[in-house]
């Protein structure tokens, strides 16, 4: 694979990968349970696999190449999500919270700042 050009290294990815793509959404839509959740995974495997397809022998099963990229793009965004806090929109929170919008500042901070102790 080291003597072809770049075209002919996307036409061959191209013949390899795109066929299967019905397959790989289907595998990361009972992955993610969401379309859209899924058709980004699909992207980001697509794009792996394009990125490393140097490391793929021709003649071995491209499906379960594509599937494994597929599942450690699935698995490594889990772990990610798992890392990070909850974000929450602040349009969120005024719709869960309508009393303390409305609120004062006083009441929103019941701690006057006179009676802070600084050592």
Same mark, same amino acid.
């Given at each position: 694979m *080291?003597?072809?050009? !770049?075209?002919?290294?996307?036409?061959?990815?191209?013949?390899?990968?795109?066929?299967l793509m019905q397959g790989v959404y289907n595998f990361a839509l009972r992955l993610t349970r969401k379309p859209?959740?899924?058709?980004d995974l699909v992207q980001e495997a697509?794009?792996?696999?394009?990125?490393?397809? *140097?490391?793929?022998? !021709?003649g071995t099963n491209a499906k379960a190449w594509l599937f494994t990229i597929l599942y450690s793009v699935f698995v490594n965004?889990?772990?990610?999500?798992?890392?990070?806090?909850?974000m929450v929109s602040v349009e969120e929170l005024v719709?869960?919270?309508?009393?303390?919008?409305?609120?004062p500042d006083s009441a929103a901070f019941p701690i006057a700042a006179s009676s802070l102790a600084w050592a």
């Open positions: *080291g003597d072809k050009t !770049p075209r002919d290294r996307r036409a061959e990815f191209e013949a390899t990968a795109l066929p859209e959740d899924a058709r697509y794009l792996r696999a394009y990125r490393t397809f *140097g490391n793929f022998r !021709p965004k889990y772990r990610k999500e798992q890392r990070e806090p909850a719709d869960e919270l309508p009393d303390a919008a409305q609120a």
